[in-house]
């Protein structure tokens, strides 16, 4: 990824690129006036350029129209204090963002503006609106941003494009619509999307002063009052999205092991516990590594290491599709089979074992074979607990009986 910067301070290029750099490893180049970076735009594909407004062979803003209407590409704008009307007239031009170089924590925001626009690429919002005039600009203001935007005319249709594409991170939508409004859309999301599945941001022109907190109670993370200016909305998006990352990374930490990435055993309790009353089978796989410990005293913890993130990748890749995979700790894993009777359970776990026999884990130390002892047991009218404790006796026949094998109940 190559970034231009065109700026006559060499003080302010330099610690740019520097800090561009150091946090985002890209490319940089800089150029110090208009003709020169012409000449840089003739040569590379730019990701983003941040351009000064005025340059000592360019004023008023030349090379950012230029590199907007030539060349496509997103544009940060570097400028001293602007009053109002300047302000007005430099965003109206399709901008990502203009940013005083006054503070010290300019530089930081260009660079976490920058990330954010390359991570943007990946996010899709969904914009929910009957008006099209209205719909239309937030998607231009969204594709400065280089979001990937969905459009839908009213609320049920937000709904059927959610149900299409779950994968949406930020809905964007407006209180008066016919059929569904913007706040019974919200409610009828948050039943089944918690905050950290999709963000959501309320618009209206509506002059009632209690819509926002009513957007807010009903599960809206933030409210935008129309007509909106261009720095707010790109505000409000941006630190929507920077808590919603923030919620995930914390959700992951919580139900994720942090070397393997299966599920904690925290999250598998949460999911499956308590269910005692539930209709349908569930049965338990309890998989532990034989003679782990010499993996490690022969090639080193590293060496051990990979082997248990290689194994929860193959766990995952062979049922994380449709059941839990869990690490409960050290090298022991399980599987809950929700639908499965111990028979089927067993017969996917002996194919799961063969798999893994075939197949040496390859390590820096070389390729590994690995083999493990499995516990199945089908949970009846018990707890969860009870299940796994079976689960884990017979596991410990499996050990017992010379390891390698699956043993049922
Ligand atoms: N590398 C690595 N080792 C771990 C981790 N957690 C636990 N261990 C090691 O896993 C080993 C488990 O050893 P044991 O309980 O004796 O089991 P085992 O050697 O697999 O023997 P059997 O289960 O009887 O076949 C110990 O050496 C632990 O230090 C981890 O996160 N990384």
Known sequence: MRILIVEDSTTVSKILKHLIM??????????????????????????????????????????????????????IVLTSNLDASQRRDILKLGIVDYIPKDNRYSYQYVVKLIDRLYRNQQVKVL??????????????????????VIEANDGEEALAVLAREPDIQLLITDYNMPKIDGVELILRIRESYNREDIAIIGLSNDNDESLSAKFIKNGADDFLQKPFVHEEFHCRVLNTLDSLDMMRNLWAKANRDY?????????????????????GTLSVALIDLDFFKKINDTHGHDVGDQVLVEFAQRLENAFGANFTVARFGGEEFVVAFKGLDSTKTTTLMNKFRDQ????????????????????VATK???????????ADELLYQAKRAGRN???SQ
Do not use: W
């Open 356 to 375: 893994c026999e075939a197949n040496p884990i390859s390590t820096t130390a070389g390729d590994l074979s690995v083999s493990f002892s499995c516990g």
């Open 127 to 148: 914009v929910a609106d009957d008006s099209v005039v209205s719909r239309k600009f937030v998607r231009m203001l969204l594709e400065h941003h280089l979001f990937q």
């Open 22 to 75: 150091q946090e985002l490893s890209y490319q940089v180049d800089v150029a110090p006036d208009m003709s020169s970076a012409l000449t840089l735009l003739e040569q590379h594909n730019y990701f983003v350029v941040v351009a000064d407004l005025n340059l000592p062979d360019a004023s008023n803003g030349d090379i950012v129209r230029l590199v907007l209407s030539s060349y496509k590409t997103p544009c």
């Open 380 to 390: 009846h009218n018990e707890s969860l607990d009870h299940a796994l404790h079976r």
């Open 259 to 279: 070397l393997t990435k299966a599920y904690t055993r925290r999250y598998f309790f949460t999911e499956h516990n308590g269910k005692e009353g539930e209709v």
């Open 405 to 407: 094998q699956v043993i």
